[in-house]
């Protein structure tokens, strides 16, 4: 336990759906990423926020839209998706978005399935 | 090649014998973290590793660092199954930013 919690774990969803991937961190963090782990490529920074501004978007298609209501809690909305989008999506959180001096938390991911 | 490339991309060995992973990368870095993540899970952190620092220990772990070749290795002393995941080095430079830029990892099984 990481005191980072994604749901859902799994997801399955057609590429005309809209769906949510939601993560929640207890650690009194002020930075919260999006990572995509696709097979044997390495992780993919996909957006960064620091107390709730994105601060960081990584040529992310559009079709990939986050959200941070507050500084505990980030979102992934899905839409339109297409079959290469499939992946284990990562959250992780940690107490600033500069990393010289800490550690990132992850979550234990949320499988994405896009058929 | 990336920032961070870790060798070899699979390890396997019997359990009781070290392990030892390496990463290169390209440019001054921060530091370096090492990472590991159990099959489908996430990651978790092991050791961080500043540039101004050359060997760290955390229980069976060993980190060593050698910035002249860009290049760090992780040590795993006396093996067992449970450590069987993959390995990631993640370095923090200022030309990407000052952000994590992982490796693909190398994948470590160990038989028992």
């Known amino acids: 336990e990481t005191g980072v919690t994604q749901t859902p774990r799994h997801l399955v969803m057609g590429m005309t759906n809209k769906k949510s991937l939601k993560c929640e961190q207890h650690?009194?963090?002020?930075?919260m990423y999006w990572y995509k782990q696709s097979a044997k490529k390495p992780l993919e920074l996909m957006f960064v926020?620091?107390?709730?501004?994105?601060?960081e978007n990584n040529s992310v298609p559009s079709r990939f839209s986050p959200e941070c209501p507050n500084s505990s809690h980030l979102f992934l909305h899905l839409h339109t998706l297409q079959p290469e989008d499939s992946a284990l999506y990562l959250c992780?959180?940690?107490?600033?978005?500069?990393?010289?001096?800490?550690?990132?938390?992850f979550g234990e991911g949320s499988r994405l399935t896009v058929l | 090649s990336q920032q961070g490339e870790e060798d070899p991309q699979a390890l396997s060995i019997q359990e009781g014998e070290n392990a030892t992973m390496n990463c290169s990368y390209k440019t001054s870095i921060n530091n370096l973290q090492w990472y590991r993540q159990n099959s489908g899970r996430g990651l978790v952190h092991l050791i961080l590793i500043r540039s101004n620092e050359r060997e760290k220990h955390s229980g069976r772990l060993r980190v060593t660092l050698d910035t002249s070749k860009k290049s760090s290795s992780l040590l795993i002393t006396a093996s067992r199954a449970a450590d069987t995941a993959s390995y990631f080095c993640a370095t923090d430079a200022q030309e990407y930013g000052n952000k994590l830029v992982f490796g693909a990892g190398t994948i470590l099984r160990v038989k028992s």
């Open positions: 650690l009194g963090h002020n930075a």
């Open positions: 992780a959180s940690s107490f600033r978005v500069e990393t010289a001096t800490g550690e990132l938390f």
């Open positions: 926020y620091s107390l709730e501004e994105r601060v």
